[in-house]
């Protein structure tokens, strides 16, 4: 069997979604009773890793925005961004199951799991191929109340007054803040030894870039004359 390296993007996508409706309909029923759900999502321009959102059905526009930052928000930041991580993501596991919830009792925006805890991924099964597999957990309430640069992101957010613009910018913002974190531990289970201030540094460098990217060019496609959610000072 095709690993997901060489099969195509909905191939792959099926092969997880086959997998999940395979299994034993009592763990099926028991998962959606529970509210359960699951959602992939990969990065447009890689062929791993995949990863496989594990969530609550109550937070399914939460998740829509996060799979957006994956395969969308990530394409349109620099290259530069994107080639720091090529060594990462191919070390990688080739799938990657994230726990998205609102917060963790120890208040982290997110972790590296040492060991899948996920039931439906805890075994290797021949319908994924044999693709390594590993877990991280994100607690995107958290994140999107975190200051990652307290100085630069309030500098960033004076551009933008009031308005749409002001929200378009937050939701942005926010996207950016997910992606910095999922690339974090996502470093942490390709590098486990890697020192935690190297991962830190590595992941606030792309937030900062990116941010400051979609700033200058949003900035630079509006008339400040026209669009008044702009300052006039910025």
């Not at 395979?22 to 990969?42: D, F, M, N, V």
């Not at 726990?99 to 996920?118: A, M, Q, S, T």
């Not at 200058?216 to 496609?221: D, F, L």
Request: hydrophobic share 40%.
């Amino acid at each position: 069997m095709n690993s997901f390296e060489e099969d195509s993007v909905p191939s792959a996508s099926r092969r997880i979604d086959r997998y999940l409706k395979s299994r034993a309909r009592r763990i099926r029923w028991s998962e959606w009773l529970s509210g359960k759900r699951y959602q992939t999502a990969r990065f447009a321009d890689r062929a791993r890793p995949w990863y496989v959102i594990a969530h609550s059905v109550r937070d399914a526009a939460k998740v829509r925005e996060f799979a957006f930052a994956i395969e969308q928000d990530w394409a349109g930041v620099s290259e530069r961004c994107r080639q720091a991580y090529d060594e990462i993501l191919i070390g990688a596991p080739g799938l990657i199951v994230v726990e998205y919830r609102r917060r963790n009792l120890c208040g982290c925006l997110g972790h590296r799991h040492v060991v899948v805890k996920e039931k439906a991924f805890t075994e290797p099964h021949e319908a994924l191929g044999g693709a390594s597999v590993g877990e991280l957990d994100i607690a995107f309430e958290r994140v999107e109340s975190w200051q990652a640069l307290p100085l630069s992101d309030t500098a960033l957010d004076t551009k933008f007054l009031e308005g749409s613009r002001l929200e378009e910018f937050r939701r942005q913002q926010f996207r950016l803040r997910l992606l910095s974190v999922l690339l974090h531990e996502t470093h942490h289970l390709a590098s486990p030894h890697e020192p935690e201030s190297a991962v830190r540094d590595k992941s606030l460098a792309f937030y900062r870039e990116a941010l400051a990217s979609y700033v200058e060019k949003t900035v630079g496609t509006l008339s400040l004359t026209i669009d008044r959610s702009f300052s006039r000072f910025g």
